[in-house]
Structure formats: structure tokens, C-alpha cells
């Protein structure tokens, strides 16, 4: 499972980790704690030094409820801390999650290697041109509407897994028109889900298989942790770490983490199991 981004390759064979950097105020897990340029800086250097694969950098939250913001205040909180990623570890994979075509054409210009789109190109016609003209890595996730009213879109009458593939198969189609080749699916945990909706999908994560495409999990500190130990995020790493094990166990390639010790931890003991399974 390699994905060439934009040069690099990176084996999802075994377990990669993506780094979340948010740097909006209004986060569910952490925001305010990177808005200043020494705090995501610290940040940064942490899971680069923990052995983060990917650093995902996002300057709006999709947090549910969530409101979009506009091009240059998105841009404007996320540009320093590429170019301080580029300037001190010029090897450093990077992602930045938006769904504005033009956030990741100003990224990409910067040599940003891959871009986390929510809406999977939905939002902005003109993503899949940007991503085809760059030739950039392009995650695309599952998500109905917004994130301020996806949780008003949670009925799946066909069978959640049956629509969630009609939807990547249709979304593929359209990248690959537009020439978009290096793809990894996110089945979008928490968004257009409910809880008990999240916990069925945790189950069948293999399913997506058929498409022969990295799959990407991202869990880290979500509601359907915490509400169901009825606790805070900060409190809630012991059970993402128990669902990464899990996600892994059913085929992920990369883990999306505000937590990235703790995620190698578990990718660590997840090789063990599989070296003794293959002993």
C-alpha cells in the first residue's frame, strides 16, 4: 500500500501515524492551545521527536456544529507553521486539512505533500484540479453536508456500509476523471454517524478493502469515547488507544492522533502480534 506523495513514499503496510496539529481556537479536543506561533512550534517538534509520519495541520475546526471560515483566515493561521516545518525538517511529510481548493494550492506551493479534505471535494469544485496539478496525496473522507448540520443526516436506509461505498465509489470515479491518483480513504468516525453508528463501523473497516486504497482512521478523543465512558476528551486516551488497536486489528494503514507516543505504542505492540502470528 504506497502512497507516492509528491515524491515521497510512504508504506501504509505497516502502520504510519498522522500528527493533528490544530491551530483554530475552537477545537474540540485542543483548541487555543497552538494559536500562538511557540506553542504549535513546541508542538510540532513533540511528535516530530515521538515519531509522527504525517503532521496534519488544520486552521478550522469540524468539530459537529462546527462553522466554515473563510480562505484567508484559515490561511493565515496554518502558513507559519509550514513554513516552520519546511524551514527545520525538510524531509517531514506534511498534510493540511481543508476543504478550500485554494488553501491547498497556497500549501502546495509551499511543498506540502498531501491534503485532508473532509468534504472529499463536495465543498470545492475545483479541489480535484488542484490535487491533479500538484500531483499531491489527497485524503478523502465520508461526510454528509457540513459540519454544522451533518448530525442531522445520520439515516442510512440502504445499510450504512452499502451507502458509505456507493459514495467512495462515486467520489473516486470523479478524482480519477479529474487525474487524481494517490488516495486514502477516511470513513469520516463522528461525522453523519452516531454513536452506536460509529461502534458498527469500527466493525467493518475491512470491508473497505474492495477498494484497494490505504484507509485512514480518525478516533483520537471523540465523542463516541468519551460520551460512552461519560468523560472529558482530555481523560479520554486510554479508550482511543483501545479503538486505534482495533482499527489496526481491521485494517488500517494510518492512524489520525493528537497523541502520537501513546498511537506508536500501540502500532508497536499490534507488530508484535503480528510477527508472532506470522512465526
Not at 477545537?27 to 511528535?47: A, H, L, W
Not at 516552520?84 to 497556497?106: F, G, L, W
Not at 442510512?156 to 476523471?177: D, Q, S, T
Not at 486516551?237 to 482499527?247: D, F, I, P, R, Y
Request: hydrophobic content about 40%; some cysteine; aromatic content about 8%.
Amino acid at each position: 500500500m504506497l502512497v507516492n506523495c509528491r515524491g515521497q513514499l510512504l508504506d501504509t503496510s505497516q502502520p504510519k501515524i498522522m500528527g493533528i496539529l490544530n491551530i483554530t481556537p475552537d477545537s474540540f479536543f485542543d483548541g487555543k492551545r497552538f494559536v500562538e506561533s511557540s506553542d504549535y512550534q513546541q508542538q510540532i517538534d513533540t511528535m516530530i521527536r515521538e515519531g509522527a509520519d504525517i503532521i496534519d495541520i488544520g486552521g478550522m475546526s469540524s468539530r459537529p456544529g462546527a462553522e466554515l471560515v473563510d480562505i484567508d483566515t484559515e490561511w493565515n493561521r496554518i502558513e507559519g507553521a509550514i513554513r516552520y516545518i519546511r524551514d527545520n525538517y525538510s524531509d517531514q511529510i506534511i498534510s493540511v486539512d481543508t476543504i478550500h481548493a485554494e488553501v491547498a494550492r497556497k500549501a502546495l506551493e509551499l511543498g506540502v505533500q498531501m491534503i485532508n479534505d473532509i468534504s472529499a471535494g463536495h465543498h470545492d469544485e475545483n479541489m480535484f484540479n488542484v490535487i491533479a496539478t500538484y500531483r499531491a496525496a489527497y485524503v478523502m473522507m465520508h461526510m454528509r453536508a457540513s459540519p454544522a448540520s451533518m448530525q442531522d443526516h445520520t439515516s442510512y436506509p440502504k445499510g450504512m456500509a452499502i451507502e458509505i461505498m456507493a459514495y467512495f465509489k462515486e467520489r473516486l470515479n470523479e478524482a480519477k476523471k479529474h487525474g487524481v491518483e494517490e488516495i486514502i480513504l477516511d470513513l469520516g468516525f463522528g461525522f453523519s454517524k452516531t454513536l452506536e453508528q460509529n461502534y458498527k463501523l469500527m466493525n467493518l473497516i475491512h470491508t473497505f478493502k474492495i477498494f484497494s486504497k490505504p484507509i485512514l482512521t480518525g478516533i483520537s478523543r471523540k465523542s463516541m469515547i468519551y460520551k460512552l465512558l461519560d468523560i472529558e476528551p482530555a481523560e479520554a486516551l486510554t479508550g482511543t488507544s483501545a479503538l486505534h488497536m482495533k482499527a489496526l486489528l481491521e485494517g488500517s494503514g494510518i492512524l489520525r492522533v493528537h497523541d502520537v507516543q501513546a498511537a506508536k505504542e500501540v502500532v508497536k505492540v499490534y507488530q508484535a502480534l503480528q510477527e508472532v502470528r506470522r512465526g
